[in-house]
């Protein structure tokens, strides 16, 4: 089992930043890669970014954060972040992370095994 705890939501304007994390407890976080999803109402969850187990140059980003996110994560620390930058109104959602007992990042919501309980993003115009 891993239990992963997201954190670092909030409120901010059109434009600025934060910063998520994700601490994993229970298993070996180095196992498992990780993903960055969201959810805003009345639609379904979405792929943001991934990182394999290694972290380093492998992960990947969905076109509509490119350029502005990006996903790092630290396996002393058992932790995986989610810096977010220039954000936009249409960022806003429930932010997820998860956890794939595999090497490589995946954007298929099915194949992570692990899931935390979100924390809110909400960007205003």
């Known amino acids: 089992q891993v239990q992963l705890v997201e954190s670092g939501g909030g409120l901010v304007q059109a434009g600025g930043s934060l910063r998520l994390s994700c601490a994993a407890s229970?298993?070996?976080?180095?196992?498992?890669?990780m993903g960055w999803f969201r959810q805003a109402p009345g639609k379904e969850r979405e792929f943001v970014a991934g990182?394999?187990?290694?972290?380093?140059?492998?992960?990947d980003y969905a076109d509509s954060v490119k350029g502005r996110f990006t996903i790092s994560r630290d396996n002393a620390k058992s932790t995986v972040y989610l810096q977010m930058n220039s954000l936009k109104p249409e960022d806003t959602a429930v932010y997820y992370c998860?956890?794939?007992?595999?090497?490589?990042?995946?954007?298929?919501?099915?194949?992570?095994?692990?899931w935390g309980q979100g924390t809110q993003v909400t960007v205003s115009s």
């Open positions: 990182i394999s187990r290694s972290g380093g140059m492998s992960h």
């Open positions: 229970g298993r070996t976080f180095s196992y498992y890669a």
């Open positions: 998860a956890a794939a007992n595999r090497i490589f990042y995946t954007r298929i919501v099915a194949l992570y095994d692990y």
